[in-house]
């Protein structure tokens, strides 16, 4: 019944995107608005067929219909309920129908949006492509990666639930739809770059209309991206949170490109330069975004994320190519027309700044999508098996972020076309007085080493710049002072640099040590005492858990646990975690005691600051929003810039929300 | 049309093309490194270096479906497909027929054999997976998952190929089919000879 209806979902949303494309491809080409106006309700049809096979699966997991291998796969009746649920993106299939249904929601929402200019060529060939994608998503699911395959004879009576891993934290909630709103929602503005090339029309409209686009997703992406780093520290009992797994580089390769566009496409609305680049980086964000779930779901790369090996990898490979072919075709097709009239006057000027920063987060994204993909490009060319680790991508993005936190610092200030010196002491000095006094705070309570030091001078130097933005905003606008994307972004910013400043801190002094201890006996690490007071063990329907009593600074116990799930061979440690403010303490229970009452060993690990990388993910999520929300409409004859207010206070403050129209080609 | 357009036009001339050969050049790259991928083999083959590879299988024995004590050891001259499996596990399902289909080429030979392994199940729960399903190899019960632990499996179905001086030579993950052990075998006689 389910299989049933779940397979018609699918079919029904890939006859909808592909009479859809037809629809429009036949309306674009006769120039027929009817067609246009009929193929774009195609859309509620691939929605439908979302839902529908959204809901047959989600009711499949929740009735454990084991008739289907799904969920015979990933489903148990001892499996509590949010894990059932969760179950429908714990492994490949169901992930490739999330990613439909998000697509299709996606798709909904812009089909909506621009209802009113649905005959616009523009917004047809914007629809057709995301038809095409969703098209591809659905031919997936009716091919290598049917959700809905039926296992034939007897059906089994239960299942093994949902890797371990997957059912052991809420975050498994919510980090992979976060991740993936951010991964899907870049093919709006894939699609709306695809359609200006295709048109021709480069010049407007789209512009505007995909930046937004691409900060929802892009902040969707900074949400999930730390919430999974969140979930690997809460939940993998390592006491880190970032390891540059190929999954997580998947997911950062793309955010690099979104970021590097969210900034440049500013210098093309003030002065209409860097289109290509802009476009550019559009098309390459999305078209990373397939290259990451190639190399994640075909199993081509070892990961902790990876799925096992699956028949999907050509589909994946064969379609990230196309897209590829059609941004590289397309460009080599336009590009020359698409050359900017003016050129950058001075390079201290916020359009240099711009500039500066596309070239760090395109040196960023270099690095860190070879340091990906090297063993397989080591092993194509000469057989060697080898993997890259944490130390590469240590090495070499540090001076990337130090020099992307100094421009984080000083662009902010910088005015457009050119800066005086006079200008830049003026703005700078607060700024740089607070960073050297914080510093001279810092080695003066005994703190050493220069990475962290010179990530803490640089991080207060640019939470200062953002901050003066805002109160100078502020100050003269009121609340409005903090809304609107050149405000947003500076909380943006301050998230940053939050997240930038814990990060080192994390890393620099951070304390890790094990202690054998037995119950009663304490240990003392980093200035906390933890003591050891026995284990217990704790049944639930699911996993059976070993828990021991930790008593943390003489306060609070907690209890990190060894795990043991029916259907898995290891057993899974669980952390328990003391957040704080200053520094964690992180419980992991490393030997459990080998006959009741021995003593047990316990993995503690003392870290500065971690807290603040959520919170920085937070403020980043809260600056997203402001930063979307729309500032003051102008009317389209409104002067777009008061020269006044440029000069005295910085661009930032006083940014139109509406672009500069630059005529196209 | 405006000026500025025509001063792009004209800007676009003067400079030949470079977006067009920007574009072949990055195009020809991404060719490239398409086909690297597309010519890679999956991280679970190259996983499957376990180890053992080379080397002399763990001991294994224990209490087969039927009562009676069954050993790797005890097959020594034959070719043993060491197949771990369960009976909720749903590619053991799949490749069940597989195993049939292999141990019945070599039934007139025998010069190859399969011998199960229980994976995390219960010798119940297999015995009726075996009368469902049918085939009559030798199946072992491990129910402390030791023997899993020896050979290093992570889930079901795992399995190792022994050639008949009880080395081992090749891991597979995953589902295994007929003709694709047979290939094994014949090139482990291959080389043995």
Redesign the interface.
């Known amino acids: 019944m389910g299989a049933t209806l779940g397979t018609a979902g699918v079919w029904l949303g890939l006859f909808g995107a592909v009479v859809g494309v037809a629809t429009l491809a036949l309306g674009l080409r006769r120039r027929d608005p009817r067609l246009l106006e009929a193929g774009r309700k195609y859309t509620w049809v691939i929605l439908g067929g979302a839902v529908l096979a959204v809901v047959a699966m989600e009711t499949a997991l929740l009735s454990h219909d084991f008739s289907l291998k799904y969920v015979a796969e990933n489903g148990s009746r001892q499996t509590p309920l949010l894990f059932t649920i969760t179950g429908m993106w714990s492994a490949l299939e169901g992930s490739i129908l999330l990613w439909a249904i998000i697509l299709a929601g996606y798709l909904a929402v812009m089909v909506h949006h621009f209802r009113k200019r649905a005959t616009d060529p523009l917004v047809g060939w914007a629809t057709l492509t995301v038809f095409v994608v969703a098209g591809f998503f659905f031919a997936l699911m009716a091919g290598p990666a049917n959700p809905f395959r039926v296992i034939h004879g007897t059906v089994p009576t239960n299942g093994p639930g949902p890797n371990p891993l997957l059912q052991n934290h809420p975050l498994v909630a919510f980090h992979p739809p976060m991740l993936y709103l951010g991964f899907v929602g870049f093919t709006i503005p894939f699609a709306f770059a695809v359609a200006a090339l295709v048109t021709g029309r480069l010049g407007e409209g789209w512009l505007v209309e995909t930046r937004r686009w691409t900060l929802f997703a892009w902040g969707f992406l900074t949400i999930g991206i730390i919430l999974g780093a969140w979930w690997s520290y809460e939940v993998l009992g390592w006491g880190g949170y970032w390891a540059w797994d190929p999954v997580e580089n998947a997911s950062f390769i793309p955010w690099l490109t979104a970021t590097a566009y969210l900034h440049s496409v500013m210098v093309q609305e003030r002065r209409g330069m860097l289109r290509i680049w802009n476009l550019s980086l559009l098309l390459a964000t999305f078209s990373l975004t397939i290259l990451g779930t190639f190399l994640t779901r075909s199993g081509v790369l070892e990961s902790v994320h990876s799925f096992t090996e699956s028949p999907i990898g050509p589909w994946i490979l064969t379609f990230f190519g196309l897209v590829v072919f059609t941004a590289v075709a397309l460009i080599g097709w336009r590009g020359d027309r698409l050359r900017s009239p003016g050129s950058i006057d001075s390079p201290v000027s916020r359009e240099g700044a711009f500039l500066a920063n596309n070239l760090l987060f395109a040196a960023f994204c270099f690095v860190v999508l070879l340091g990906t993909v090297f063993p397989l490009l080591a092993e194509a060319i000469n057989g060697d098996q080898l993997s890259v680790g944490g130390p590469y991508f240590d090495r070499m993005t540090t001076p990337i972020v130090i020099a992307l936190l100094f421009l984080m610092a000083v662009a902010p200030v910088l005015p457009w076309r050119k800066a005086s010196e006079e200008v830049l002491r003026k703005r700078l000095f607060w700024p740089a007085a607070t960073a050297t006094l914080v510093v001279v705070l810092c080695v003066a309570t005994g703190l050493r080493g220069l990475a962290p030091l010179a990530a803490f001078w640089l991080g207060t130097f640019a939470a200062g710049s953002a901050v003066r933005q805002l109160a100078l905003s502020a100050r003269r606008q009121g609340w409005r002072g903090l809304v609107g994307r050149a405000n947003g972004g500076m909380i943006v910013h301050i998230g940053v640099v939050l997240i930038a400043v814990a990060f080192a801190a994390s890393h620099a002094y951070g304390h890790q040590r094990e202690f054998r201890l037995s119950p009663g006996q304490s240990a003392h690490l980093s200035g906390h005492t933890v003591t050891y007071l026995g284990t217990s063990t704790v049944k639930a329907s699911n996993k059976t858990s070993l828990r021991a009593q930790v008593r943390v600074d003489g306060g609070k116990i907690y209890a990190p646990a060894v795990q043991q799930f029916p259907f898995a061979t290891q057993a899974i440690g669980s952390p328990s975690v003391k957040s704080g403010l200053a520094n964690d303490v992180y419980l992991t229970l490393a030997a459990p005691p080998d006959h009741p009452g021995g003593s047990a060993v316990i993995g503690v690990i003392v870290q500065p600051l971690i807290v603040w990388l959520w919170i920085g993910g937070a403020v980043i999520a809260i600056g997203t929003a402001l930063a979307a929300w729309p500032g003051r409409r102008r009317r389209p004859t409104a002067p777009v810039s008061a020269p006044i207010e440029v000069e005295t206070t910085g661009a930032a403050g006083t940014q139109p929300p509406e672009p500069v129209v630059v005529p196209g080609a | 049309?405006?000026n500025?357009?025509d001063?792009?036009?004209a800007?676009?001339?003067s400079?030949r093309?470079?977006?067009?050969w920007?574009?072949?050049s990055?195009?020809v790259v991404?060719?490239l490194?398409?086909a690297?991928?597309?010519?890679?083999?999956?991280?679970?083959?190259?996983?499957a270096e376990s180890p053992l590879l080379g080397k002399q299988a763990p001991t294994l024995s224990g209490t087969s479906l039927d009562g009676s004590q069954v050993s790797l050891a005890s097959m020594h001259g034959k070719w043993v497909v060491v197949n771990f499996m369960?009976?909720?596990?749903?590619p053991c399902?799949d490749e069940h027929p597989e195993l049939i289909k292999f141990t019945q080429r070599h039934q007139a030979a025998g010069d190859a054999a399969v011998l199960g392994v229980i994976?995390?199940d219960t010798a119940p729960n297999v015995r009726h997976f075996f009368s469902?399903?049918g085939g009559s190899w030798p199946v072992v019960d491990d129910p402390n998952?030791q023997t899993?632990?020896d050979f290093g499996?992570?889930?079901p179905p795992e399995s190792f190929l022994v050639d008949p001086n009880g080395f081992v030579i090749w891991k597979g993950?995953?589902q295994v089919n007929a003709d694709g052990l047979d290939k094994l075998v014949a090139q482990g006689k291959a080389r043995g000879a």
């Open positions: 049309m405006s500025v357009s001063v792009d036009v800007v676009g001339r400079k093309h470079t977006a067009r920007a574009a072949i990055l195009g991404l060719l490194f398409v690297v991928l597309a010519t890679r083999k999956s991280a679970a083959d190259k996983q369960a009976s909720w596990c749903v399902r994976f995390d469902e399903l998952g899993a632990l499996v992570r889930g993950i995953g």
